[in-house]
């Protein structure tokens, strides 16, 4: 059973939901950042536990959506 991710602040959401207005190929991209170890821009504002978890927040909603675009 995976642990239960702590309630997202509303910082954490908004910055989540601005990032996702720019566009899966923008988040994708932020998400190769992540992968490779690259500094953030857009979340150097955030503390380390923040950043993971808009990370991991992004790469849930980019997994679903991607399931989505395969089963069409």
């Excluded at 989540?16 to 953030?40: D, M, P, W, Y």
């Amino acid at each position: 059973m995976k642990p239960k991710q702590p309630e997202l602040s509303e910082r954490v959401t908004n910055k989540i939901e601005a990032l996702c207005e720019e566009g899966c190929s923008q988040v994708n991209k932020l998400l190769v950042k992540a992968e490779n170890g690259n500094r953030i821009d857009e979340l150097s504002n955030f503390k380390s536990d923040e950043i993971n978890q808009i990370i991991d927040e992004l790469g849930q909603i980019m997994s679903t959506y991607n399931d989505e675009e395969t089963a069409i």
